[in-house]
């Protein structure tokens, strides 16, 4: 079956640095990607990857290993307004998104 | 641009009542959906359309039905509410199949079913 495998709930302290594992398993593959959710409000999408490696954009990377089924997004300079629900979504090879649960990322003063 | 809209925010049904749920987009998108979100579970595509006229089940289609008569409107029907019908629901956008996964969505209507 097809699955998507992320923490339920993280905690981290406002200034530092987080990372938010996601393992997949989907027939075939076409992309791996994250969004944001606020408490309340619709998903907004964060990234991208199909390649293996580390995608950069401002104090947000997300990073893709096909080989493994694995993928993260790091968030540097952590800022109260990044705590959120972040969403891990794989596409299969039919272009069908398969959601992950979500990670509750809570950050802290 | 407004986006994606919902209507209604809200909604409180008592268990066979029907409703419709509106959703436009004025992205000029051909592709629109509509998901269920629920406690613990990631978002479930309940039906979705590739185009004007036409329309297509998803993962969780039972107790819905869905028209699009025109582009920019997707519609999502309940004829006969029940209370597993409680949720959240979000209608989303895109422009084609390769770029199905950067979706745009409307800011969701919450349905409670009594």
């Known amino acids: 079956g097809q699955n998507i495998d992320q923490p339920t709930e993280m905690t981290a302290t406002e200034g530092a640095i987080v990372q938010i594992n996601c393992t997949y398993q989907?027939?075939?593959?076409?992309?791996l990607f994250w969004y944001q959710q606020h408490a309340g409000e619709a998903p907004t999408f964060l990234s991208y990857?199909?390649l293996d490696g580390l995608e950069e954009k401002g104090r947000f990377s997300s990073f893709l290993s096909r080989s493994k089924g694995y993928s993260y997004l790091l968030l540097k300079e952590l800022q109260m307004k990044d705590s959120a629900s972040y969403l891990c979504v794989s596409m299969d090879s039919n272009y069908q998104l398969i959601w992950g649960a979500g990670t509750k990322l809570i950050i802290k003063p | 641009n407004a986006g994606v809209t919902q209507t209604p925010k809200f909604r409180v049904l008592k268990t066979g009542q029907s409703m419709t749920l509106l959703c436009a987009q004025d992205m000029n998108h051909e592709y629109m959906y509509w998901y269920r979100q629920d406690p613990g579970m990631g978002l479930r595509l309940i039906h979705y359309s590739v185009g004007e006229g036409t329309t297509a089940k998803g993962e969780v289609p039972d107790g819905y039905n869905v028209s699009r008569l025109k582009k920019q409107n997707f519609l999502l029907g309940l004829e006969s509410a029940a209370p597993s019908q409680t949720s959240v629901y979000f209608c989303?956008?895109?422009?084609?199949?390769?770029?199905?996964?950067?979706?745009?969505f409307g800011e969701g209507s919450r349905l409670t079913v009594l």
């Open positions: 990857n199909v």
């Open positions: 989907t027939s075939g593959f076409n992309g």
């Open positions: 989303a956008s895109s422009q084609g199949q390769r770029e199905t996964g950067e979706l745009f």
